[in-house]
Nanobody
């Protein structure tokens, strides 16, 4: 089984930083692809960033390039999202997502390609 648990959300002022963490507490499988999505009120879930263990590659949505950094601890099936220069439009519930397989590049932003999801952590950027 896979059980993803996120942490690190909260309230931050514009321009501030937060670091999200996600851990697979069961560690039953090697998770090749781990990433982050977010969902703002009234909007669809959208891709933020992902990392593939085999074949390499980190991918970001255009909105967060240069501000967010995804990283992995492969031994622990953990993934992190360092978020800098946060903007009010980054406000959303952030979800950790994972797949056992390597998701092809053209599909890394497609939610249904990920088999496992965390419960989400709220990030609010406001003054």
């Amino acid at each position: 089984q896979v059980h993803l648990v996120e942490s690190g959300g909260g309230l931050v002022q514009p321009g501030g930083s937060l670091r999200l963490s996600c851990e697979d507490s069961e560690r039953s499988f090697t998770l090749n692809t781990m990433g982050w999505f977010r969902q703002a009120p009234g909007k669809e879930r959208e891709f933020v960033a992902t990392h593939r263990r085999s074949g390499g590659g980190t991918y970001y949505t255009e909105d967060v390039k240069g501000r967010f950094t995804i990283s992995r601890d492969n031994a622990k099936n953990q993934v992190y999202l360092q978020m800098n220069s946060l903007k009010p439009e980054d406000t959303a519930v952030y979800f950790c997502a994972a797949a056992v397989n390597r998701i092809i590049t053209s599909a890394v932003g497609t939610p249904r390609m990920y088999h496992y999801w965390g419960q989400g952590t709220q990030v609010t950027v406001s003054s």
